[in-house]
């Protein structure tokens, strides 16, 4: 008896083709258009060399030379600012952490950089003419022109400092001129540690949660369907010697299997169809995604549950945990979630879909650790209660005539 | 008139989605107005300005000096935030380093014997990578002069001279440019209040046209009630008129009602030049979006009344993502930009950044066209379909 009605729920839900075809339209479309959207932004965005012109020159000292003097010698012959050769090389040598160069440095006169920075061939012209006054020419503003800020700045402290000494404490020019070949490290660099760095992965994460949110449409239909005075069928289960909450165990089963597969189908076409690196075990990220889907039919069965209200309200309401849930976890802003943690982080603990978001993030970012088992300690408990509390309200419901 | 009538009957009865979408807009535009508010770094010419927090354990002049420094160059958030907090903020950029300055920073520093500044971010990105020699730079400089037998306020105030880049970076004449970090996922603050405010009003008017008013016409679809209707004395024309008379009146209600609560957070801004192109555009996207409703309709013969949330995330979230409304038009790119282009969303972005660098209509009429191109082409769409379905 107990496994024909699973099968006949079963059948129900196989044969609603048009939640079947949108539940997967949903992640594969979407998904589709997310990695449209998002694929080369952060490789775009990692360490890339950056195009320089440096011009090289005879040009005047802004500080009267007589003034500088030994400190305009050391500057004159130094092997990086005088032997532009070398200047260049040094700066063609600067490296990422990562081993990629930094500049890719092209020498040419004023008017050729000139015209490759018109062309946007470079991102900014070094003009070491005037050694004693480095400068920098850009035509926007960016990333890669703030780098060449940061390296022209450096030499020009070194240069600042040598006349500076020169003008003021000459006797201790020769110290000064000693020490700038100690190279000297006030800085502990610290990087992001976690498998796959790229903040466009959690929209990802979100599609994920959004799809096991999903879910909770089918498991809304199950106390819909026990409830006489929602549905014909409700109105059949109440009169029928099945016990209710047995009917509803079987048809929340029958529910999450149909779900579970529809999840897995989304999930295998981000992770093996479209290539997304969510970061971690794959098979804990199918597992994670099971559990996910069953909160969300737990979800769904909750609110199926709650008061006397109408099918479609209960639906309504229903697309509004979804929907506000999906919003406050990232959906359309991956920040947003974070910033909920800044200044409500209870709210990142009590919405199904930030929790279920964290435990994909923390598998790609922390691991198999405490913070992911802490996730899954919140799914699990958001699950149980979700259930306990559909079960109690699905208690002593009497009808007075069918 | 009935029909318009009773049109919103039905469409009152879809309330809850429209205060959703419109709470998720309310919460947005809070959240823009607030980074406007807060903001204490200002993005100057030549060089990047990133949100980074800063942890000074020691407070002394050296390291006041060097948040000082940091300050000028960055929007500084000066907050401790524990150990997960602060990957989970590096990793959605809501700041780009996090630096702790240890106690007894500068007590080591005077005894030769420096402590060392500790700097977290993802030095995988350019963003990492440029805090990191900024702080190296600022800090050896300091040292140097020191060691050249200046005091330490002479050494700051040597160190900042020199890499104050004002005195260094020439712009040849060429034009300024708006540019965002190129791994920011963050809501834009980089234009001005106005363009960030309405670049992403697209959203809540597709969402709530989508989900308030496309269900409603499609009431009107289903086969018991055009039975109902056709039998009735209402023609079928006088139905459709009414039904787009009813969805004219929402969308532009929407409109006026996006348009008034956005305007309250512009202050000034309101009435000028640039305002007025921008509500503009916004009404050029809504009439958009309900010709969009148009072609929609079209298709309810393939019970797509049953699947309009799956239906309204995927056009709107789609719209927005490849049209430059969540993540700006300079960070997608160039493929994503070549499918944009046939989005309004994608002209309503640029007309928006248009606008704010204060074009004017000659050089908007052409996004405001193929904006409206994309109406026209729904509407012959959704009109073909209609006239293929009858015959």
Not at chain 1, 260 to 275: A, K, P, R
Not at chain 2, 51 to 72: E, G, P
Not at chain 2, 182 to 206: C, D, Q, T
Not at chain 2, 226 to 238: D, F, G, L, P, W
Request: hydrophobic share 45%.
């Amino acid at each position: 008896m107990l496994f024909h009605i699973f099968i006949s729920r079963l059948k129900i839900h196989i044969r609603n083709k048009e939640a079947l075809m949108w539940s997967l339209a949903f992640s594969l479309v979407l998904g589709t258009l997310f990695f449209v959207a998002f694929s080369s932004i952060y490789k775009s965005s990692r360490n890339t060399t950056i195009p320089v012109a440096l011009v090289e020159g005879e040009g005047m000292p802004a500080l009267p030379v007589e003034d500088l003097g030994e400190a305009y010698d050391f500057l004159q012959n130094d092997k990086y600012l005088s032997e532009s050769s070398s200047f260049s090389e040094m700066l063609g040598n600067l490296t990422y952490e990562d081993g990629t160069k930094i500049l890719r440095v092209k020498t040419a006169d004023m008017e050729e950089a000139k015209t490759l920075l018109e062309k946007e061939k470079v991102d900014g012209i070094i003009d070491t003419g005037d050694v004693t006054d480095i400068k920098l020419l850009v035509k926007k503003s960016g990333i890669h022109q703030s780098i060449l800020t940061s390296i022209v700045s450096t030499f020009r402290q070194y240069v600042t400092m040598i006349t500076e000494t020169a003008l003021h404490s000459p006797q201790e020019l020769e110290g000064v001129l000693n020490d700038l070949e100690e190279e000297l490290s006030f800085v502990e660099e610290k990087s992001l540690s976690g498998e796959n760095k790229d903040p466009y992965v959690a929209y990802f994460y979100n599609l994920i949660a959004m799809m096991c949110m999903m879910a909770s449409m089918a498991g809304v239909a199950v106390p819909i369907e026990c409830q006489a005075n929602l549905s014909d069928v409700g109105a059949r289960v109440n009169v029928s010697p099945i016990h209710k909450g047995v009917y509803e165990f079987i048809g929340l089963l029958a529910a999450l299997i149909v779900q579970i597969v529809i999840t897995m189908i989304g999930l295998t076409y981000l992770i093996f169809g479209l290539g997304i690196q969510f970061g971690g075990n794959t098979l804990v990220i199918y597992l994670t995604a099971i559990l996910g889907t069953v909160l969300g039919v737990s979800l769904g069965f909750f609110i199926g549950h709650i008061g006397n209200l109408s099918s479609k309200t209960k639906y309504t309401l229903l697309t509004t945990v979804t929907v506000g849930g999906g919003f406050l976890s990232g959906l359309m802003f991956a920040q947003m979630k974070v910033i909920i943690e800044k200044n409500v982080p209870f709210l990142n603990r009590i919405n199904p879909s930030a929790v279920i978001t964290d435990a994909f993030y923390s598998i790609n970012m922390f691991g198999i650790s405490g913070r992911y088992y802490r996730a899954i300690l919140y799914m699990v408990l958001l699950t149980v209660v979700f259930l306990i509390c559909g079960l109690i309200m699905s208690r002593r419901k009497s009808y007075a005539s069918l | 008139m009935q029909v318009f009538k009773t049109f919103f009957k039905i469409a009152w009865s879809y309330k809850p989605g429209l205060f959703l979408y419109l709470g998720i807009c309310a919460f947005m535009t809070f959240m823009v107005a607030a980074q406007f508010g807060n903001s204490e770094g200002e993005v100057k010419y030549g060089n990047e300005s990133y949100h980074i927090a800063v942890v000074d354990k020691d407070h002394s002049t050296l390291s006041n000096a060097f948040v000082k420094y940091l300050k000028k160059q960055h929007t500084v958030e000066e907050k401790a935030y524990d150990k997960d907090l602060v990957k989970d903020l590096i990793y959605y950029t809501e700041i780009s380093a996090y630096i702790t300055i240890p106690d007894g920073f500068e007590k080591n520093h005077l005894e030769k014997n420096p402590l060392k500044v500790e700097s977290l971010s993802d030095s995988g990105q350019a963003a990492g990578v440029f805090i990191n020699i900024q702080l190296s730079s600022y800090l050896e400089s300091v040292a140097r002069f020191e060691r050249a037998g200046f005091s330490l306020e002479d050494a700051v105030a040597n160190t900042e001279k020199s890499v104050d880049f004002e005195e260094f970076v020439e712009i040849p004449g060429l034009e300024k440019e708006n540019s965002h970090p190129n791994n920011s996922i963050s809501i834009s603050a980089n234009g001005s209040k106005l363009y960030s405010l309405f670049l992403f009003l697209p959203y809540p008017v597709m969402t709530i046209l989508l989900s308030c008013v496309l269900p409603v016409i499609l009431v009107f679809r289903e086969k018991e009630i055009r039975n109902r209707t056709s039998i009735s004395a209402v023609s079928e024309t006088a139905c459709n008129i009414a039904l787009a008379a009813g969805g004219a009146v929402v969308s532009l209600l929407v409109f006026l009602g996006l348009t008034i609560f956005t305007s309250c957070f512009l202050g000034e801004d309101v009435f000028h030049g640039k305002w007025a192109y921008a509500v503009l555009n916004l009404f050029l996207f809504t009439v958009v979006t309900a010709m969009l409703l148009i072609l929609m309709d079209s298709f309810s013969f393939l019970g797509i009344r049953k699947a309009m949330d799956v239906l309204t995330n995927i056009i709107a979230l789609g719209f927005s993502f490849l049209g430059g409304i969540f993540v700006p038009l300079s960070v997608l790119g160039n493929g994503v930009k070549t499918v944009g282009k046939f989005l309004p969303t994608y002209w309503y972005a640029v007309s928006l950044e248009r606008i704010d660098a204060g074009k004017g209509f000659s050089e908007l009429a052409g996004c405001f066209s193929m904006e409206l191109l994309f109406g026209v082409v729904c509407l012959a769409l959704g009109l073909a379909v209609v006239n293929l379905r009858k015959s």
